[in-house]
């Protein structure tokens, strides 16, 4: 499906988990689609304890694409709702509070999918 190359999707997605790392967003995953979906390549999944931490950590993954010069296609959700969702194309990015995390269970609607160790990367 890829808008970028499956490599630079791959890099961006390592980059946007780290975006969210240096803003403290916690139990972060990276998740590899690409032989599950057409829809996207990879899932970054994250938690951001309060509204203010969750805009943050938007702010931190937005400037972190934006350095490639790469916007996102769509963004729904807003910190007060407890979900905010970057869709890159080949690239999406969800940040939950810890109950809506729990409620929407991506990791495990999505268990067959490949987690990356991006923090070794």
Do not use: N
């Amino acid at each position: 499906m890829s808008a970028m190359p499956e490599r630079d999707a791959r890099t961006r997605a390592v980059r946007c988990a780290e975006a969210a790392s240096s803003k403290q967003a916690e139990d972060i995953v990276v998740l590899d689609l690409q032989a599950l979906t057409l829809v996207t390549d990879y899932f970054v999944i994250c938690t951001g304890t309060s509204s203010v931490q969750i805009r943050a950590i938007v702010e931190a993954v937005e400037e972190a694409m934006a350095g490639d010069r790469v916007h996102p296609l769509a963004r729904e959700g807003d910190a007060q709702s407890g979900w905010v969702l970057l869709d890159f194309g080949s690239l999406v990015v969800h940040i939950f509070t810890p109950q809506t995390r729990t409620f929407y269970k991506l990791e495990r609607l999505w268990g067959d999918a490949e987690p990356l160790a991006w923090a070794q990367e």
